[in-house]
């Protein structure tokens, strides 16, 4: 089992940048296929971008695609999630999660594990 706790949401303009840290305890990251999801009020969650345990290839939601990136730091037991050129419409909670399957976890957000989330605003 792995706990997952993620953090650095915040306040941003438009325009700006945040890194996203989702720690994990437990068990490895490279034992998961790791995941960020987005939820705003009212809306399902959904899907922004993954690792998969398997290939360590990364996926991206087509509305990030360009502007964000993940990636695992092995040593830290740390995913993180780079976002650059944010956008108003990338405001919501922000949620890390962990799957021992692959991509198609990820694509559904059929994950075993999740954080609790951290909140982001982008202002315009």
């Known amino acids: 089992q792995v706990q997952l706790v993620e953090s650095g949401g915040g306040l941003v303009q438009a325009g700006g940048s945040l890194r996203l840290s989702c720690a994990a305890s437990?068990?490895?990251?490279?034992?998961?296929?790791m995941g960020w999801f987005r939820q705003t009020p009212g809306k399902e969650r959904e899907f922004v971008a993954g690792?998969?345990?398997?290939?360590?290839?990364?996926y991206y939601a087509d509305s990030v695609k360009g502007r964000f990136t993940i990636s695992s730091d092995n040593a830290k037991n740390t995913v993180y999630l780079q976002m650059s050129s944010l956008k108003p419409e990338d405001t919501a909670v922000y949620s890390c999660?962990?799957?021992?399957?692959?991509?198609?976890?990820?694509?559904?957000?059929?994950?075993?594990?999740w954080g609790k989330g951290t909140p982001v605003t982008v202002s315009s």
């Open positions: 437990g068990r490895t990251v490279s034992s998961y296929s």
């Open positions: 690792i998969s345990r398997y290939d360590g290839s990364a």
């Open positions: 999660a962990a799957d021992p399957g692959g991509v198609v976890h990820l694509r559904r957000g059929d994950m075993d594990y």
